[in-house]
């Protein structure tokens, strides 16, 4: 059973850098999938965040790729996300997600997700 | 930038049909996904590729996307299963829909 959990600080000082990191448990981080960050202000919508696929290719959202960037850590099988210069915009439960591509998987579709973690930026 | 858009609520009373929609530029072009959440819970895949059921979700819940419209329908609607409900495609990079509060009364 595939399973994703992330972690990092909860608590963000404004202008400082957010960092989490995704533990994958169950695959493989070079497996046929995407692995995305996707997040959620309190009582908003989702938001895409960005990807990174086994190979080190990234897509992020053209709203956040300035400050944006993630990698891979294959030894320990997990990803991570930097945000730089937060604002209390930044504020939002943090998912980390797997998009399935495999030709027996989701076509694309987010198969996977993390518990989410809460991330509040304030000082 | 892409944009999907979807009505912010649907009421439907139990043992009905629920239909919820998600409207793009040429959606029908592209593959639609439908995720739900419940309250304080992660999204979960109810659909994708259109039409496409993954394991586990129940037979009431599918989907079809034409033109600039793909919709999600819950035959038989339960409590269960209210919720929100998120629409998502790929544009050159992934969009998600702003989300439908299905109330369930």
């Known amino acids: 059973q595939v399973q994703l959990q992330e972690s990092g600080p909860g608590l963000v000082k404004p202008s400082e850098t957010l960092s989490l990191t995704c533990a994958v448990s169950?695959?493989?981080?070079?497996?046929?999938?995407?692995w995305n960050w996707v997040r959620q202000p309190p009582g908003k919508g989702l938001e895409w965040i960005g990807e990174?696929?086994?190979?080190?290719?990234?897509n992020y959202n053209p709203s956040l790729r300035s400050r944006v960037t993630m990698s891979l850590d294959n030894s320990n099988n997990q990803f991570s996300l930097r945000l730089t210069s937060v604002t209390a915009t930044d504020t939002a439960v943090y998912y980390c997600?797997?998009?399935?591509?495999?030709?027996?998987?989701?076509?694309?579709?987010?198969?996977?997700w993390g518990h989410g973690t809460m991330v509040t930026v304030s000082s | 930038s892409y944009d999907l858009t979807q009505p912010p609520s649907v009421s439907v009373s139990p043992g009905q049909t629920a239909s919820i929609t998600c409207s793009g530029d040429?959606?029908?072009?592209?593959?639609a996904s439908w995720y739900q959440q419940k309250p304080g819970q992660s999204p979960v895949l109810v659909i994708y590729?259109?039409?496409k059921r993954p394991s586990g979700i129940p037979e009431r819940f599918s989907g079809s996307n034409s033109g600039s419209t793909a919709t999600l329908t819950i035959s038989g609607t339960q409590a269960i299963d209210e919720a929100d409900y998120y629409c998502?495609?790929?544009?050159?990079?992934?969009?998600f829909g702003g989300g439908t509060k299905l109330t369930v009364l």
């Open positions: 997600a797997s998009r399935n591509i495999a030709p027996t998987g989701t076509g694309g579709a987010f198969d996977i």
């Open positions: 169950g695959d493989s981080i070079s497996s046929l999938k995407w």
């Open positions: 990174i696929y086994h190979d080190g290719t990234t």
């Open positions: 040429k959606l029908g072009d592209k593959y």
């Open positions: 590729h259109d039409n």
């Open positions: 998502q495609a790929w544009d050159t990079r992934v969009v």
